[in-house]
């Protein structure tokens, strides 16, 4: 008995070893943006089922969490799967954000909290030149100039989209390239909140980050809905 489950053991190692492996590729690529099963998938070449079981694992896990995004037609709203903080924590690769967050401590302990706040402020100068060069024919409404924002803020990795509630609008960022550093520095999770405001042209009001915990980053943006 105990031959045949040790032979049992080293028949099922290989197969849990690529799934492993397999599962480890679908965290590194939530680790760049928030994705679909369908496009984690087409990435990795699995088939839908495959990809769901995978997807199963890691939920259950913890280490994912997946929210349906607003449907922009007919038909179900397709599920988005993001990294949880434990998935976050997994990856690892902190080291240039250990770096960054040392920095800021030093400017912290140098410069006191307007100092780290002027660099935030610096830091997003470029992001917003960059964004705004994108939104150039978006018009001055601003729910449909937080939908120019999504895509220009996607287009620099922060996996975004922009949806129409009833109170105005949502914009969401399913990634955040310095979550980990913003957890303790809310001033960059400001600085962008600031950015944005100007960039949709009108005051919002960030809900959620994902540097507090949050699994998006969602900002509100008054306005009105047409009927």
Do not use: N
């Amino acid at each position: 008995m105990e031959i045949e489950a040790g032979r049992s053991a080293l028949e099922h190692a290989p197969a849990e070893g690529a799934d492993r492996r397999t599962r480890d590729r679908v965290l590194e690529l939530l680790g760049r943006g928030a994705a679909t099963a369908a496009q984690l998938g087409d990435a990795l070449g699995l088939k839908p089922a495959a990809i769901r079981r995978h997807l199963d694992a890691l939920l259950a896990e913890g280490q994912v969490t997946g929210r349906e995004q607003p449907a922009k037609g007919r038909g179900r709203p397709a599920k988005v799967f993001t990294l949880t903080q434990e998935g976050r924590e997994g990856l690892g690769g902190h080291t240039y954000d250990d770096l960054a967050s040392s920095a800021l401590r030093w400017i912290a302990a140098h410069g006191g909290e307007a100092g780290v706040a002027q660099f935030a402020r610096a830091q997003v100068e470029q992001l917003e030149a960059r964004c705004e060069a994108a939104m150039t024919s978006a018009g001055d409404d601003p729910l449909a100039r937080a939908e120019a924002l999504a895509g220009a803020l996607t287009a620099e990795g922060y996996a975004a989209s922009a949806s129409v509630i009833a109170s105005g609008g949502q914009l969401c960022q399913h990634h955040c390239p310095v979550a980990h550093v913003a957890a303790e520095f809310p001033q960059l999770c400001e600085a962008e909140t600031q950015v944005i405001a100007r960039l949709v042209g009108t005051h919002v009001q960030r809900l959620a980050t994902i540097a507090h915990g949050d699994g998006v980053c969602t900002t509100h943006i008054p306005g009105q809905v047409k009927g």
